[in-house]
Structures are given as structure tokens and as C-alpha cells.
């Protein structure tokens, strides 16, 4: 299933927990560290894999993050892969030019509290939960194919190496319903 990485600097820890606590409220999985780094883990592996994987990326806009060399690092990658970037400006700034060029063409939603009362924060909801859609039915498209082998990217947050569910469809008659069901229930494996 789909999930938000939240990018954010850690000087700004109460407001991202505030929007993961929101997320998580609505049933909107999330990604972020330093909750979902495994122990042990390469941070720099596991961040590119769970952006890599991620429906959207939701960056807490501050002064401090847009100077922060790691929430630079996040936004970038998440450019590469081709993410919505959904930037929530916590505070009054301007943006400095890395910030100008790599959200220059993006909606930045200006939220001083994080209350799911407002206005601004349905937005947010209202977008995240409709990249999410977007990618379960980028999944379920994929499972309809007339590959002889059905792979179901299924990652779970990014987190590990061989995450996808795989069947030889040549050997098993298997019709596009039956292929939804087992992607169902790899889903609830998560």
C-alpha cells in the first residue's frame, strides 16, 4: 500500500510527529526517520529506497529545513524519482534559490497549525490520499497484465531488497480476479 514520506529538519520534530500523528488519525501510512530506520540499517540506503517507493513526499517547509543538507538530499531524490512534492511552509519565509528552483513549479500550502480543522490541512489529506489511490491502481494495473510472470511491488516502506510478491503465471492458470485477490492479500500481510 501506498505511504507519504515526511521530509523534515529535526528542529521541527514537534510539527512533523504533529503531521504524522494527523496522517496516521485518517489512515494514511507514513515514512519517517527516525521511526521506520531499521536498526543497524545504512541510513542513506534505506531514505533512497523508502523515497524511491513513496506515494508523495510531504516537506515541512521552515527556515531551518530549507538549509538543511539532508531535507535537500530527500527533496532531490524524491525529484529524481518523479514524486509529488507537497510542501507545507510551517512559518513566514522566503525561499532560498535551491529551494526556489526545486519547488518552483509546486502548490506550497501555508499551515501554521496543524489541526485537521483547517482548511489547508483537508487539502493536504485530500491530495496525499488521492496519490495514494493513484499508485494502488498503478498496482492493480500492473497485476492485470499479460506478463507470464505476476510481480506485485509490495515493499514494505522501502525497507529491503526483495519486497515484491512474484508468480509464475505460465504454470498456475490464474484469471485477472484471482491476480487481484492475491494482491489483496499481500496488501494485508503488510
Avoid at 542513506?44 to 521552515?62: G, H, I, N, Q, W
Avoid at 509490495?154 to 480476479?177: F, L, M, R, T
Amino acid at each position: 500500500m501506498g505511504y507519504t514520506f515526511i521530509s523534515y529538519s529535526t528542529k521541527n520534530q514537534s510539527a512533523a510527529d504533529a503531521m504524522r500523528a494527523l496522517f496516521n488519525k485518517h489512515e494514511i501510512d507514513t515514512w519517517m526517520a527516525p521511526y521506520d530506520i531499521p536498526a543497524g540499517s545504512e541510513y542513506a540506503e534505506v531514505l533512497y529506497d523508502a523515497l524511491s517507493k513513496c506515494s508523495c513526499l510531504v516537506l515541512m517547509l521552515t527556515d531551518v529545513s530549507q538549509n538543511s543538507q539532508w531535507v535537500r538530499k530527500e527533496v532531490n531524490i524524491a525529484i529524481t524519482n518523479g514524486k509529488t512534492i507537497i510542501p507545507v511552509k510551517l512559518e513566514d519565509i522566503e525561499l532560498n534559490s535551491m529551494m526556489k528552483f526545486y519547488l518552483n513549479d509546486q502548490q506550497i500550502v501555508p499551515v501554521h497549525v496543524i489541526d485537521d480543522n483547517s482548511a489547508e490541512i483537508q487539502s493536504i489529506l485530500k491530495s496525499v490520499i488521492g496519490l495514494i489511490e493513484k499508485k494502488e491502481e498503478a498496482y492493480v494495473s500492473h497485476i492485470n497484465s499479460e506478463s507470464d510472470i505476476l510481480e506485485i511491488p509490495c515493499g514494505e516502506k522501502g525497507v529491503g531488497q526483495n519486497d515484491d510478491y512474484k508468480i509464475d503465471a505460465k504454470s498456475k492458470e490464474i484469471s485477472d480476479d484471482e491476480k487481484i485477490e492475491i494482491f489483496k492479500e499481500v496488501l494485508k500481510m503488510k
